[in-house]
């Protein structure tokens, strides 16, 4: 559910409806990516990169990322969240119930592209090569974020208790930390030193991003096996990843426009830090005082 004010995604109150999903994906992916740092590079410059070898995407937390709520923290502001917002619609005369939390497909790492169709974790060469992008253990069970009981509370109503609750819980972030992290991740998506493309058009494949493949192979609904063509294609991908240290480069460009960024911002990053910490001392007094919906159920295992 999109209510203006609340972002699920991040755990935080937003001037937005809800923030980019890749967000919150890399928010809550693993550490920090110790040890591969940046040189200082002037304005304008892309900055200097130290390569680490990636192997799980556990290793893939950036830094600015890692300033993000943790997925139990992102839960325990939306609970809180909730729980104000059930009190606000019962002064209406109605229970809450939310329709928008719908049951989400996660998928894993082994060939599926996050952002913008970039594939920014390791992959399994040996599987692609026998399943091209149709692997089976790419999609798991789907599961609700959050699950609600019994009839679902009118938009209307929610929507009303908006600002009422955007004020309980401390109002909008002093920095929008989501927005550097997303022209972080866009220049290092961008940056003409990941050499993926230039390999597969060497192999006879003229894509213009990473996750083209597998837009164009898993994407494609009407069979659940992978034909010739696309193993052929698939076998190519996993190689020039390899060659062309894809995930290794995409990480360490991240963490180096990222670290940059935040330097930039430091004074509004720590306001941020500030911000948050006073968010989770809100939340938890909230969820203490105050009596949870007892028809709302959290799934907090989702990535």
């Not at 917002?85 to 329709?99: I, T």
């Not at 989501?178 to 390999?199: F, H, M, N, Y």
């Not at 597998?214 to 010739?228: G, I, M, Q």
Request: proline share 7%; hydrophobic share 40%.
């Amino acid at each position: 559910m999109k209510i203006a004010n609340f972002d699920r995604w991040t755990g935080t109150v937003v001037q937005v409806a809800r923030a980019d999903p890749w967000m919150a994906l890399l928010g809550v992916l693993g550490v920090l990516l110790s040890g591969c740092s940046a040189t200082q590079a002037k304005d304008g410059e892309p900055p200097d990169i130290v390569l680490k070898r990636i192997t799980t995407a556990a290793q893939t937390l950036a830094p600015a990322n890692a300033l993000l709520p943790d997925a139990s923290e992102r839960e325990l502001i939306s609970l809180a969240h909730d729980t104000l917002l059930a009190e606000c619609v019962a002064k209406q005369g109605l229970n809450l119930a939310l329709a928008g939390d719908e049951p989400m497909t996660w998928v894993t790492t082994l060939t599926a592209p996050y952002g913008g169709g970039n594939t920014f974790f390791p992959v399994d060469p040996e599987r692609m090569e026998r399943f091209g992008y149709h692997d089976p253990l790419d999609q798991q069970a789907a599961q609700a974020n959050v699950a609600w009981q019994g009839e679902f509370t009118p938009i209307d109503a929610v929507r009303s208790c908006d600002d009422e609750i955007s004020e309980q819980l401390g109002g909008p972030p002093p920095f929008d930390l989501t927005r550097l992290i997303s022209e972080a991740g866009q220049k290092a998506g961008s940056d003409p030193r990941r050499a993926w493309v230039a390999c597969m058009a060497d192999k006879g494949y003229a894509y213009t991003r990473e996750g083209g493949p597998w837009a164009e192979f898993a994407l494609d609904t009407s069979r659940s096996t992978a034909t010739p063509e696309e193993i052929a294609v698939a076998t190519a991908d996993a190689a020039c990843q390899a060659s062309a240290r894809n995930t290794d480069t995409f990480f360490a460009l991240l963490v180096a426009y990222q670290q940059k960024a935040l330097a930039q911002h430091s004074e509004q990053v720590a306001a941020y830090q500030v911000y948050l910490r006073q968010l989770l001392t809100r939340a938890t007094q909230i969820v203490a005082e105050h009596p949870v919906p007892q028809n709302r159920r959290a799934n907090v295992e989702a990535p």
